[in-house]
């Protein structure tokens, strides 16, 4: 018998944001995406068996475009850029879309830090 899949929430932020911005897109996110669906039977077993998040990166806004067709998504902004979309939260599913493979997770890619 397999094992049921670990449950991921998936967030995918543009790369081409300051390091502030995507962190604070990134904490947006993740609050925004679990009250979004807070009441979904899958996000409350996430909740409380996994709770594992995965950040992935797109190169920019016509990127981020792309990701919307990956799955029930919301949109993020940010006020302080001109309410540009920054990142989508993902509604958790058992089977999330393959394509999600192929985007580069966003540690690997984020900019060192340093002063803004």
Request: overall charge positive; glycine content about 6%; proline content about 7%.
């Amino acid at each position: 018998m397999n094992a049921p899949a670990r449950l991921r929430m998936y967030i995918v932020l543009r790369r081409d944001l300051s390091p502030t911005a995507a962190f604070l897109a990134y904490g947006h996110a993740t609050l925004g995406t679990y009250l979004t669906w807070r009441d979904d039977p899958l996000m409350q077993r996430w909740q409380q068996t996994s709770f594992v998040k995965i950040a992935l990166s797109v190169a920019d806004h016509q990127e981020l475009n792309w990701a919307k067709s990956l799955g029930e998504h919301r949109v993020f902004t940010e006020s302080t850029l001109g309410n540009a979309e920054t990142c989508l939260g993902f509604r958790v599913v058992e089977r999330p879309d393959p394509r999600f493979r192929t985007l580069k997770p966003w540690v690997q890619v984020a900019a060192p830090a340093g002063p803004e």
